[in-house]
């Protein structure tokens, strides 16, 4: 796996060779999937915007999921991610979406999930998901994987609509 600084330089190309736009909601990741797009030189050709979606309040405001949407909503599914990613994408009117949720650690969730799970969407003209479970505990470790994986998510993606 490359580095994260290198995946995002290679997606980052992509993106802006085709004139595609993302926009990124995080959980756990707490802003590094973004940071890592933003630290590409000419990123406002590409990144319309992110938004740390750590609580379900800020899942509410930020994504515009209402109380009873979230409600139905099983924590740490695909189906879940894939509506965070589709929320961002459409509220900044972006081609691709990214999504994240998951448990860094030192603890699991109040759902019963232990720590080092995340499951990730990348929603656009293709929608791909994935689930990782590191089985770690390291929350900065795990922070640092779960971005790693959804940069390689997305170039994914973009290989797929080559």
């Known amino acids: 796996m490359l580095t ?6 290679e997606v980052a190309e992509i993106l802006k060779a085709r004139k595609d736009t993302v926009a990124v909601a995080e959980s756990s990741t707490g802003g ?3 940071a890592h797009l933003l630290a590409v030189p000419g990123a406002s050709a590409y990144f319309m915007g992110g938004s740390i979606i750590y609580t379900m309040r800020a899942r509410r405001e930020l ?6 949407t ?3 909503q099983t924590p740490l599914t ?10 961002i994408r459409e509220r900044l009117g972006a081609t691709w979406g990214i999504a994240e949720l998951g448990a860094t650690g030192p603890a699991g969730t109040p759902y019963g999930h232990p720590p080092g799970i995340c499951v990730l969407a990348v929603v656009g003209p293709v929608t791909l ?3 990782l479970e590191t089985g770690s505990p390291d929350r900065e470790g795990n ?5 790693r994986a959804a940069l390689d998510l997305l170039h994914e993606a973009l290989d797929q609509c080559a």
């Open 70 to 72: 979230l409600e139905r």
């Open 32 to 34: 590094l999937i973004s």
């Open 143 to 147: 922070m640092d994987v779960f971005t």
């Open 4 to 9: 994260s600084s290198r995946q995002a330089h």
């Open 129 to 131: 998901t994935r689930r």
């Open 63 to 68: 994504l515009g999921i209402d109380k009873e």
């Open 78 to 87: 695909e189906s879940y991610v894939t509506l965070c990613g589709e929320r």
